[in-house]
């Protein structure tokens, strides 16, 4: 089975700062990789598909890059509705589906 | 997109089978376009995906569940379903059903989610 290890597992920064969250897989998942985003008590939702794509309606300070085994999800200038907790998540065909462990984003 | 319902107990003895429904609406189960999935999250912890179903085709279930998992999708009542059998303590959790759409997507369409507590 595939395993997904995100990094870091808490990232501290202040608004305008860009930040960078690295997601690792244990083999190849190819393109299919999302990125979701949760604040506490709400429902995630979905901020990257297929490793790069940005979901409609979400800020173009979000962008995603990667390929394989190594993806990264990049804020460009923090703002405060962005302090939250990102996850990514493997949807390979043939292999059961995985999130990485999460990344908490929260204020320096 | 789609809308998604998540009902079923919020309490289940230890042991027992917790049994959970997700109502589509704004669309057809049937139409396909969706890998029907359930997810959960303890508190405090984070997301661990159960299973998804397409409308047609083999379920694809966490392996460290797999033997206690099934889902099952009901096309009469534009329903999908999620029975975890032998639950324990470590089962409670917010379950959350979600619709992955198909092509690579991601998750579309999430229900608002329901605590099921494992408890006597």
């Known amino acids: 089975d595939i395993q997904m290890t995100q990094s870091p597992s808490t990232l501290s920064a202040s608004v305008g700062d860009g930040v960078t969250i690295t997601c690792r897989a244990s083999q190849s998942v190819g393109g299919w990789l999302a990125w979701y985003q949760q604040k506490p008590g709400k429902v995630p939702k979905v901020l990257i598909y297929?490793?790069?794509n940005l979901e409609g309606g979400v800020p173009s300070r979000f962008s995603g890059v990667g390929y394989g085994t190594e993806f990264t999800l990049t804020i460009s200038s923090l703002q405060p509705d962005d302090f939250a907790s990102y996850y990514c998540?493997?949807?390979?065909?043939?292999?059961?589906?995985?999130f990485g462990q999460g990344t908490r984003v929260e204020m320096k | 997109q789609v809308q998604l319902q998540e009902s079923g107990p919020g309490l289940v003895k230890p042991s027992q089978t917790l049994s959970l429904t997700c109502t589509v609406s704004d669309g057809s189960i049937s139409s396909g376009g969706y890998h029907w999935s359930w997810i959960r999250q303890a508190a405090g912890k984070g997301l661990e995906w159960i299973g998804c179903?397409?409308?047609?085709?083999?379920?694809n279930r966490n392996p460290s569940l797999k033997s206690r998992v099934d889902i099952s999708v009901d096309t009469l009542k534009n329903q999908f379903s999620l029975r975890l059998t032998s639950v324990t303590a470590a089962d409670t959790a917010v379950y959350y059903c979600?619709?992955?759409?198909?092509?690579?997507?991601?998750?579309?369409?999430w229900g608002q989610g329901t605590l099921v507590t494992v408890s006597s």
């Open positions: 979600a619709a992955y759409r198909e092509g690579g997507g991601g998750v579309g369409s």
């Open positions: 179903i397409p409308t047609s085709g083999y379920t």
């Open positions: 998540q493997h949807y390979m065909d043939d292999s059961p589906w995985t």
């Open positions: 297929k490793a790069s």
